[in-house]
T-cell receptor
Framework: AQRVTQPEKLLSVFKGAPVELKCNYS??????LFWYVQYSRQRLQLLLR??SRESIKGFTADLNKGETSFHLKKPFAQEEDSAMYYC????????????FGSGTRLLVRP | DTEVTQTPKHLVMGMTNKKSLKCEQH?????MYWYKQKAKKPPELMFV???????INESVPSRFSPECPNSSLLNLHLHALQPEDSALYLC?????????????FGPGTRLTVT
């Protein structure tokens, strides 16, 4: 079964510290993986997707098929990074379903 | 116009009422979605429309009835809801249902069933 696990409900760091939001997935094929973010009082929006291999707002995420992980990283956290982060998976058999993890709230303290 | 809009923002309804949620996008997207999000939980997929045809119904109770009258509009008709149906209902759209395409989310309708 397709599943996304985000083990941390809350991650609190100080400004300038490195950040790593963990995401592990369960899927037998080749998944499409995404990070979505929801800032306070804003709508849910795409942050990045593994297929694009891009860096958005200083965040990167590398797909590790061996460890079935897609952790989100940023070397120096900023206060404006405080938000709810969801890892999401869509399988290659698709079924057009985006399956979200339970989310991690990132709090960046000044 | 690069936004998904949803109306109303808030809705309070009794268990015997009939109401509708509306979602609109003018980005030319051909896939539209309804999600349900309970407090402090991730969004859960309810329905997917592709080219105005229902592609997925995630075993949603019949008291929720989706409708896609044209490529820009998506409705969710509500009837005889239960208090446990109270949640944030999110609409999203994407160019296609293929996994590569980003889903654009609306701000949601916060529904309270009394």
């Amino acid at each position: 079964a397709q599943r996304v696990t985000q083990p941390e409900k809350l991650l609190s760091v100080f400004k300038g510290a490195p950040v790593e939001l963990k995401c592990n997935y369960s899927y037998s094929g080749s998944p499409e993986l995404f990070w979505y973010v929801q800032y306070s009082r804003q709508r849910l929006q795409l942050l990045l997707r593994h297929i694009s291999r891009e860096s958005i707002k200083g965040f990167t995420a590398d797909l590790n098929k061996g460890e079935t992980s897609f952790h989100l990283k940023k070397p120096f956290a900023q206060e404006e990074d405080s938000a709810m982060y969801y890892c999401a998976l869509e399988g290659e058999d698709s079924s057009y379903k985006l399956i979200f993890g339970s989310g991690t709230r990132l709090l960046v303290r000044p | 116009d690069t936004e998904v809009t949803q109306t109303p923002k808030h809705l309070v309804m009794g268990m015997t009422n009939k109401k509708s949620l509306k979602c609109e996008q003018h980005m030319g997207h051909r896939a539209m979605y309804w999600y349900k999000q309970k407090a402090k939980k991730p969004p859960e997929l309810m329905f997917v429309y592709s080219y105005e045809k229902l592609s997925i119904n995630e075993s949603v109770p019949s008291r929720f009835s989706p409708e896609c009258p044209n490529s820009s509009l998506l409705n969710l008709h509500l009837h005889a809801l239960q208090p446990e149906d109270s949640a944030l209902y999110l609409c999203a759209s994407s160019q296609s249902v293929l996994a590569y395409y980003e889903q654009y989310f609306g701000p949601g309708t916060r529904l309270t069933v009394t």
